[in-house]
Every structure is written in structure tokens, then in C-alpha cells.
């Protein structure tokens, strides 16, 4: 008995000083990339890898992320009401689960409020709120347009980083005719933050980039294993 405890401890001891090698490697090697411009090459290629729209859309779909209110659901419905504005004569779909504990549409109806609230007009809003994840969204919504989803121009309009997998995998519920509008947010500009004393204590390079670059890594990796499930799911 106490030989194998002394096994399983030599097992366990290898484990974990092997997991954190590979953590620190993991480590070292987003934070030097941090200090380059490839996490937001490759944000933005999330964003920017998805046709456009030769046609003005007839359809405008927000899906709600995090619901109301929260980061990126203010700034999909930010982008909505500027896309309505674009396109007055384009509907729009507000895809976000509902509350099935209280049986409630509350998220939906502040992600539409938010809407009216910028000047898009409240009858054009519907919602989707049977879809648990971007696929059911979109396959529940196809559904909604029956035979016109092959041909209905439809302008997505979601963060970044969630771009290529909503387009690709409205592709393969079935729309054929549909684009992308990111919500990029625009941070402060370097410039107005600097100043001669700032300057000559710590880098905004190292304080302002470094970081946001390491948040744009996290979002890239957890979006493509994403990407990978949906594909090993046949859902892209």
C-alpha cells in the first residue's frame, strides 16, 4: 500500500512540475507577443475575414452576447442603431436566450429599448429568443424566413473576435447572401495621453498596449477553440 502511494505521488509530482513548464512556456510566449502587433492582426482578422454586402440588407441580426447590460451587448446594440440608421428600411432580429427560469424576454426587451432609445424605429424590432448559441440562433432564425434566407441580404452586426464564426455559421444554416458589421471600440488615442512626465517614468507602450494586446490573445484563443468545436460539429 504505501508503494503505490509513493508511486501516485511521483505520477502527480511529474504531473504538475510538466503542466507547469508548459504554463510558464504558454506564458512567456504571450507575453512577448504582446509586445507585437500580432494579437491585433489577429483580432482583427476575426472581424475582417467575412464577405460584404454589395446590396443594402433587408435584414439587420444583433445577437446579444452577455445580455443587457453589459460590454458587448451595449456595443452590438451601439453598432445596431447605426446600422438601422444606415438602413432605415431593414428589419431587425435581437437574438439572446430568455430567461427560462422566470420565462422573460427582460434582456431582450433592454437590448430593444436600447435600440429605440439611439432612434430605431420599434416595429421593425423582433426577437429570436429560442437559440442557446450562435448555431440554434441561427438555425431558429432561418426558419423565421422560411425560403428567403437563400437570397435576403443580412448584415450581422456583432464584436469582433465572434464575427467569423456568426457569419460562417449562418453560411451553413443556410444564408447565402449576408455580411458583417464589427463592433470595434475605439479606445483613446495615444496621443492625447501622453505627456513629457508620463513618458519618461513608464512607456504607454508598456502600459496601455502590452495589456490590451494580452486581452486580445485571450479573446483569439478562446474564440478559435471555439471555431474548432464548431467545426468538428459540422456547424461551420
Known amino acids: 500500500m504505501k508503494h503505490l ?4 505521488k511521483r505520477v502527480l509530482l511529474k504531473f504538475f512540475r510538466w503542466f507547469f513548464y508548459l504554463f510558464g512556456i504558454v506564458a ?5 507577443l504582446s509586445f507585437t502587433d500580432i494579437p491585433f492582426y489577429a483580432y482583427h482578422n476575426l472581424a475582417t475575414a467575412v464577405p460584404q454586402l454589395e446590396t443594402e440588407p433587408e435584414l439587420i441580426v444583433i445577437p446579444g452576447g452577455s445580455g443587457m447590460p453589459s460590454q458587448d451587448g451595449l456595443i452590438r446594440t451601439y453598432y445596431g442603431a447605426e446600422a438601422a440608421k444606415r438602413f432605415p428600411n431593414a428589419k431587425i432580429i435581437i437574438a439572446l436566450p430568455y430567461n427560462q427560469g422566470e420565462d422573460s424576454l427582460q434582456q431582450l426587451d433592454l437590448m430593444a429599448k436600447e435600440l429605440i432609445v439611439k432612434g430605431v424605429d420599434s416595429t421593425k424590432i423582433s426577437y429570436e429568443p429560442l437559440g442557446f448559441n ?6 431558429n432564425i432561418g426558419k423565421m424566413l422560411e425560403k428567403k434566407k437563400g437570397t435576403i441580404p443580412v448584415l450581422i452586426v456583432t464584436t469582433p473576435e465572434h464575427m467569423y464564426r456568426t457569419v460562417k455559421t ?3 444554416a443556410g444564408f447565402e447572401n449576408i455580411g458583417g458589421m464589427p463592433a470595434f471600440e475605439n479606445p483613446i488615442q495615444e496621443e492625447k495621453l501622453e505627456n513629457e512626465k508620463e513618458m519618461k517614468d513608464v512607456s504607454l507602450s508598456f502600459r496601455y498596449n502590452m495589456w490590451s494586446y494580452l486581452y486580445y490573445e485571450l479573446l483569439v484563443i478562446r474564440e478559435y477553440l471555439a471555431i474548432g468545436y464548431y467545426k468538428v460539429r459540422g456547424w461551420i
Open 170 to 172: 449562418f453560411q451553413k
Open 28 to 32: 512567456f510566449v504571450m507575453l512577448t
Open 134 to 139: 450562435t448555431h440554434s440562433q441561427a438555425v
Open 5 to 8: 502511494f509513493v508511486s501516485i
